[in-house]
């Protein structure tokens, strides 16, 4: 018993950890949607309130859009935000074949409230069955930096300098490629997954026609279905393989 | 827009936002048997993580420049075995001056 309390810190140290370089990643993200709130005429009690319940960066921009435009109709906002972020859809169904079976329905519930992209991104990296403590370790610093973020985004919207907070832009993506390049590296599958990605996804967004037609959220799940299907045709994975 | 429209927009969003990640999770308990499948969501993590960043990278911030720089600065030092952080940071750093120098001398 003792043991397994151990092991159970040590499972969230681990996570708590791997967090660190989301949250430095999610400050500025948070910080510019503190602004745009700001800017958008939300008071600073309702910015906090929405950036905490809902954990989303390209959601919230997408909401704010809305608010600014005036748009009135309540079902336009549901629609938006779904199809912004369907891709959610995907990667709870992948992460969901690799939780430890111990995992109760209410974790489940709690957890699946922090799983974002870089949440998702890092976590799936890991070998084997992924750990409730684990999983809460990642979680815990994203969602601290996430929420001081935008607070700070509201109230200081002045202060950051443009050319610091502009560079930042960069950071998530950074982050990205630091996970995709050295998969890429070692397996020739995903190699080729990445590369059939990386065709489709300029070939959508650079012809006119389908870039007024989808959003960019559509264009993400067109190329990741398309691309994660020719794969899983071209190698399919072993049982025996923990991935 | 009044203060109660727009916290009914928040909780309808936050609601959205709360099924799409929890059902599939919640609900998808049991091992996908099926081969095809299973490839496919191995594969998923991938394909979307790039579909996100390109072609976007390169407009990530107004500078062209800078952006493909920080981008093949993030690609060389992951190719290297560098950490998160490290490839977050230096990328950004690139990004920093090759934005500076570009508004100092105007290229």
Request: hydrophobic share 50%.
């Amino acid at each position: 018993m003792q043991e397994s309390v151990t092991e159970t810190k040590n499972n969230f140290k681990k996570g708590f950890k791997e967090g660190l370089p989301i949250a430095l990643g999610y400050f500025p993200v948070a910080f510019a949607c503190g602004v745009t709130a700001n800017k958008a005429g939300l008071t600073l009690w309702l910015n906090q309130l929405m950036s905490c319940l809902t954990y989303t960066g390209s959601g919230i921009l997408a909401i704010l859009n809305l608010i600014q435009g005036g748009e009135v109709f309540l079902f336009t906002y549901a629609l938006t935000l779904f199809v912004v972020n369907c891709r959610y859809i995907l990667f709870s169904l992948a992460l969901a074949q690799r939780l430890d079976r111990n995992m109760g329905t209410l974790q489940r519930m709690i957890f699946s409230f922090f799983n974002t992209d870089e949440i998702f991104a890092i976590v799936t990296q890991q070998k084997g069955d992924l750990k409730a403590p684990y999983l809460f370790g990642v979680a815990t610093l994203p969602y601290i930096s996430w929420a001081i973020g935008t607070l700070a985004g509201c109230l200081f919207t002045d202060i950051m300098p443009i050319s610091v907070s502009t560079a930042m832009g960069i950071i998530v993506y950074a982050m990205f490629t630091a996970i995709i390049v050295p998969a890429v590296k070692t397996s020739k599958p995903v190699l080729c997954v990445v590369a059939i990605s990386v065709f489709l996804s300029i070939i959508l967004e650079c012809i006119p026609a389908v870039k007024q037609m989808l959003s960019s959220g559509w264009i993400i799940i067109i190329c990741t279905i398309i691309a994660s299907s020719i794969g899983a045709v071209l190698f399919p994975v072993n049982d025996e393989e923990d991935q | 827009m009044n203060y109660s429209k727009l916290l009914i927009i928040i909780f309808i969003c936050a609601l959205v936002m709360y099924l799409l990640r929890m059902l599939p999770l919640v609900f998808c308990k049991g091992k996908i048997k099926n081969k095809f499948l299973q490839s496919f969501l191995t594969y998923v993590p991938y394909a979307v993580l790039t579909s996100m960043t390109i072609p976007e990278v390169f407009s990530c911030t107004p500078n062209f420049l800078a952006c493909t720089l920080g981008f093949g600065t993030a690609v060389l030092l992951a190719y290297f075995g560098q950490g998160l952080l490290t490839v977050a940071l230096s990328s950004t750093a690139v990004v920093f001056v090759i934005g500076q120098l570009v508004e100092h001398f105007k290229f």
